[in-house]
Structure formats: structure tokens, C-alpha cells
């Protein structure tokens, strides 16, 4: 089975401008998470969805970011306007909610974004 | 406020031998769960091993085994038989059941000697 796939893998950008990253969950896992990964600050929780609906996104950093999951099998993160302290690698998760109930969440491959 | 703490920011270890890499963790809820991921230098996060706050065995999962004690509140993770491969970064992490929140710790580098 494919693992969660994100697209792009690297992205470099100019501040100020706008920026997507993109996911594709693990086919039947319910839950969707964003996580962003520095070195100051190690990995954060952003946002996560379940069946497509945000049920907590407390720790989205500010307005400039949004995400969204159009439908089970697609997620994004748009940050808008991009500024130099959003460099980072953003992950990707998703999660079962399975019989064992230990809800694992297998992370994708994430993406290094890069604000000039 | 849930919290996870690694107090080892760098270990290392001979080949073929075991290393113990430690993780307490603070929270009030009753039921949780406590994961370990490996991040070797290539970046992705690999899943590890689970704990279940209820689980009254230490997890196993090949040369992985979590060492829990719940009254002291640590999860530490027990690799034996180490492997050039292993040399990564560990992060402990906890859930707790009610919801989806995970937080992470601030990791272990381990360094693996041949």
C-alpha cells in the first residue's frame, strides 16, 4: 500500500509569496494531521481533520496559514503571505481509527519549505 | 498542560549492543498512548512502537521494546542488538484517547559505533 504521499518535497520561495504544500492520506484513514518541524521549536501539531473536518487547528501559527481537505483522499496547507520564520519541513500524518484503538499516525515523506 | 521530556539530546552506543533511550512524560488523563518515532537523517518519521496507558505488558516489536512504568511516569525505548542503522533521531510521543492532540519531545540523536 502506499504511504501517505506530499508533494512538493522541497519548495523554495520568496517572502511574500503564496505557497501550497499538498497531501494524499493513506486510503481509509480517517484522520488528517499537519505538523511543522523546526529546530527551535521540534514538531508542532497544526491542525487535524477527521472525516475532512477541522476538529483542531489551535495550533495553526497564524492567519497567513489555512489548510483544507476538499474531500478523504486530499489535503492542503496554504500559507499566504510566506515569511522567512515560516522555513521548516511540514509533515503530513494520517491516522486509522482502528479496532486496537492505538490510532498510530503514519507520517509522510514531508515537505522542506524554504522562504527567502 | 500535557508535557514530553528527553533528557538526552545525544547517545552513543557499540555495535551489537543495547541502548536505552529515556522518555518521561506528564499528563492527568487516565487514558493515553505514548509512541516512539525514528527520524533517521534522511527526514521521514517512522512509526516504532506503541504503549497503551491500560496495557499491562511492555510493548515488543522486534529489536524495539518500551520499558513502562506508569507510576513513574516513563516510557523509555530499549533497541537491541544495535545496528549501524539505527543511528537516527528518536522522538517520544503522547496521545491522549480522547482526542487526536499528540505532542512530541525534543528527541534523542543516537549514534550508532561500528
Known amino acids: 500500500d502506499a504511504g501517505v504521499i506530499q508533494s512538493p518535497r522541497h519548495e523554495v520561495t520568496e517572502m511574500g509569496q503564496e505557497v501550497t504544500l499538498r497531501c494524499k492520506p493513506i486510503?481509509?484513514?480517517?484522520?488528517l494531521f499537519w505538523y511543522r518541524q523546526t529546530m527551535m521549536r521540534g514538531l508542532e501539531l497544526l491542525i487535524y481533520?477527521?472525516?475532512?473536518?477541522?476538529?483542531?487547528d489551535s495550533g495553526m501559527p497564524e492567519d497567513r496559514f489555512s489548510a483544507k481537505m476538499p474531500n478523504a483522499s486530499f489535503s492542503t496547507l496554504k500559507i499566504q503571505p510566506s515569511e522567512p520564520r515560516d522555513s521548516a519541513v511540514y509533515f503530513c500524518?494520517?491516522?486509522?481509527?482502528?479496532?486496537?484503538?492505538?490510532?498510530?499516525?503514519?507520517f509522510g515523506p514531508g515537505t522542506r519549505l524554504t522562504v527567502l | 498542560a500535557q508535557k514530553i521530556t528527553q533528557t538526552q539530546p545525544g547517545m552513543f552506543v557499540q555495535e551489537k549492543e543495547a541502548v536505552t533511550l529515556d522518555c518521561t512524560y506528564d499528563?492527568?488523563?487516565?487514558?493515553?498512548?505514548l509512541f516512539w518515532y525514528k527520524q533517521p537523517s534522511s527526514g521521514e518519521m517512522i512509526f516504532l512502537i506503541y504503549?497503551?496507558?491500560?496495557?499491562?505488558q511492555n510493548a515488543t516489536e522486534g529489536r524495539y521494546s518500551l520499558n513502562f512504568q506508569k507510576a513513574r511516569k516513563s516510557a523509555n525505548l530499549v533497541i537491541s542488538a544495535s545496528q549501524l542503522g539505527d543511528s537516527a533521531m528518536y522522538f517520544c510521543?503522547?496521545?491522549?484517547?480522547?482526542?487526536?492532540?499528540?505532542?512530541f519531545g525534543a528527541g534523542t540523536r543516537l549514534f550508532v559505533k561500528a
Open positions: 499528563t492527568s488523563d487516565q487514558s493515553y498512548g
Open positions: 504503549q497503551g496507558s491500560y496495557d499491562e
Open positions: 481533520f477527521n472525516n475532512n473536518v477541522p476538529i483542531d
Open positions: 510521543a503522547m496521545r491522549d484517547t480522547g482526542g487526536f492532540k499528540t505532542i
Open positions: 500524518a494520517s491516522s486509522p481509527r482502528d479496532e486496537a484503538s492505538t490510532d498510530t499516525q503514519y
Open positions: 486510503s481509509g484513514h480517517d484522520y
